[in-house]
């Protein structure tokens, strides 16, 4: 099965900061990835997919890059409800599988 | 509007069973492949299950393999999990995805999630 590496676990940021959260592929995976954000006692909310679609909705200050097996979640400017844990997740075979997650605290 | 509503989780013992329904409305169910998503209190998601749109293909987690049954009725619109000779690491919030496509591909929408919890 394929491992997604995900860093960093936890972050510190303030209202206004730039974040990025990376995620590593074991293997290449074509861009078959996603990006989630969820917040405590709820489901997972889509943000991106296909490594750079943004799902309708979602505010412009999130964007996804990267290639291969590496791959990036950017939140441009945090606003004060992006605090949340991010998951990135690779669909590049049946078997799924998801980053460990990174929690985005307030700083 | 496309809903997910989960249900069928509770208390069980090690070594017991369960079986878990999603009901899904507001799109074309058979269009959709469908999953079952885990998590542990406090913990991140897990992968658990997928099947395709027709339930023709079905796939497990190494974790469960053997031990879960992925399945779907599409003529009743529901998603079930049959799990059986559970454990106590099984414990976790239960939450069913629906594919954006007909074969592996992203979440787009999730349900409330159900709470299984195995112990004596």
């Known amino acids: 099965d394929i491992q997604m590496t995900q860093s960093p676990s936890s972050l510190s940021a303030s209202v206004g900061d730039r974040v990025t959260i990376t995620c590593r592929a074991s293997?290449?995976?074509?861009?078959?990835l996603a990006w989630y954000q969820q917040k405590p006692g709820k489901a997972p909310k889509l943000l991106l997919y296909?490594?750079?679609r943004l799902e309708s909705g979602v505010p412009s200050r999130f964007s996804g890059s990267g290639s291969g097996t590496d791959y990036t979640l950017t939140v441009s400017s945090l606003q004060p409800e992006d605090f949340a844990t991010y998951y990135c997740q690779q669909y590049y075979g049946p078997a799924r599988t998801f980053g460990q997650g990174t929690k985005v605290e307030i700083k | 509007e496309v809903q997910l509503v989960e249900s069928g989780g509770g208390l069980v013992q090690p070594g017991g069973s369960l079986r878990l329904s999603c009901a899904a409305s507001g799109f074309t169910f058979s269009s959709h492949a469908m999953s079952w998503v885990r998590q542990t209190p406090g913990k991140g998601l897990e992968w658990v299950s997928a099947i395709s749109g027709s339930g023709g293909s079905t796939y497990h987690a190494d974790s469960v393999k053997g031990r879960f049954t992925i399945s779907r009725d599409n003529s009743m619109n529901t998603l079930y999990l049959q799990m059986n000779s559970l454990r106590a690491e099984d414990t976790a919030v239960y939450y069913c995805?629906?594919?954006?496509?007909?074969?592996?591909?992203?979440?787009?929408?999730w349900g409330q999630g159900t709470l299984v919890t195995v112990s004596s």
């Open positions: 995805g629906k594919d954006r496509g007909s074969s592996s591909s992203w979440y787009d929408y």
């Open positions: 293997q290449g995976i074509s861009n078959s």
């Open positions: 296909t490594a750079s």
